[in-house]
């Protein structure tokens, strides 16, 4: 169905290596990635600490230069993106910053003059919804609420491009849940294309359209979630069985007597010589056993 479209992200082979300890060693912090995002699509970055997501977020911002590979950001380059590409982009970092000294409303008004596009209504229910006080100074926000305040600002000139470093870290369940559901309503009502990260796997379970999977700064999976749970399982196989071509291979764990295998790509109700079991997997177990 994307085949024809311009992709609104799109990630192509990219590395990128931050030097160490004065020069001497370097760290690869993105290895050969390739990602591509299309209208609608909302895509749940998963990984450990450190596993790259971040840098992956700062690199299709041109905050970060890529060492080799290529990023089109709206179809520009990342490093020389337009104005209007910038106006046309939301991002929320991990420790969203700015503002203090100014009260909710007056950093609203300040905040909106930059964006033609802005909602006013949206930016009012949002408001509402996170129950914040607008006479209320920005400095004397909770971190949630200061979190909150960050995402009206990063969604409310509806952005074609919504970049979000764990938006929700911060939020309480229940503003979590609206501001997840409201997210995925709102990207496929504007054809939008949403990259956030999250170690919630509930929330990404719920919300994600896409799941991308980041180990040591690889992307080891990037599927739709539907496709993840039909096609990633765990295969508990005897230790002389061969296993079938098709099956990708993420994980291997190896027993006395039999192997632990995370594949991708299996059939519904694989049969083999030597399979022992199949277990599907919620994201959460994917993920451990990944790592395992
Ligand atoms: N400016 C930098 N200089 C050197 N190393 C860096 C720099 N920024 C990130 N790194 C390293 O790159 C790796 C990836 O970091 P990144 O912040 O992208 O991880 P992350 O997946 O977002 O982690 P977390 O879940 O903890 O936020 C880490 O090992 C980190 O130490």
Redesign the pocket.
Known sequence: MQQNEVPILAFNNVTKV???KGNKTT?T?LDQLSMQLYPGMVVGLL??????????MRCALGILTVDSGDIKTLNESPAVLSDTAKSRIGYVP?QPFGYEGFTVDRALDLHRSFYVDWDKQLEQEWLKRFELDVTQSVQKLSVGQRQSLALIMAMAYRPTLLIL??PVASLDPIARRKFMTDLFDLALESGSAVLF?S?ITSDLERVASHVAL?KK?KLVLFKEIDTLREQVKLLKVSVDSELPQHLDILHQTNTADSMLILADNCQSQEQFNGLISEQSLNLEQLFMELHR
């Open positions: 931050f030097p160490l760290h912090a990984g450990q600490n450190g596993a790259g997501k971040s840098t992956l991990q470093d764990e990260s170690h980041i700064g």
